[in-house]
């Protein structure tokens, strides 16, 4: 699993992990884009494969979610459907400053 993986970074409602929390609600305009792909057959339904191949870590198919402003990684994703990805150093930046305010906040007394 990777430090940015759902689990890692997400709190979770009903056993579900929150990727619409306020954290990450502004991902998409504090992160820039970096390409824009047409989804294939193969992505359909696939958003780990799509994120490992654009993003470099599997467990990052969340953000392709959030990014776009999407909810369900099945029945959202579609073939011929265009998704940005947001650009992977930027992200990770992103990520890793999010992760720091989340770790301050849960330990701060």
């Known amino acids: 699993m990777s430090r940015f ?17 306020a954290k990450f609600a502004n991902m998409r305009y504090n992160v820039a884009s ?13 958003l ?11 467990d990052l198919w969340w953000v392709i979610l959030q990014y776009n402003g999407l909810m369900d990684p099945i029945n959202d994703i579609r073939v011929g459907q265009v998704l940005n990805m ?12 999010q992760s720091s305010v989340l770790t301050k906040s849960r330990f701060q007394i």
């Open 5 to 21: 993986s759902i689990s890692s970074l997400m709190t979770t409602t009903n056993g579900y992990p929150d990727i619409w929390s």
């Open 34 to 46: 970096y390409v824009s792909v047409t989804i294939q057959s193969g992505f359909e339904a696939n």
């Open 48 to 58: 780990p494969a799509l994120a490992d191949q654009y993003l470099g870590d599997q």
């Open 86 to 97: 947001p650009d992977r150093t930027a992200l990770i930046s992103y990520l890793e400053r």
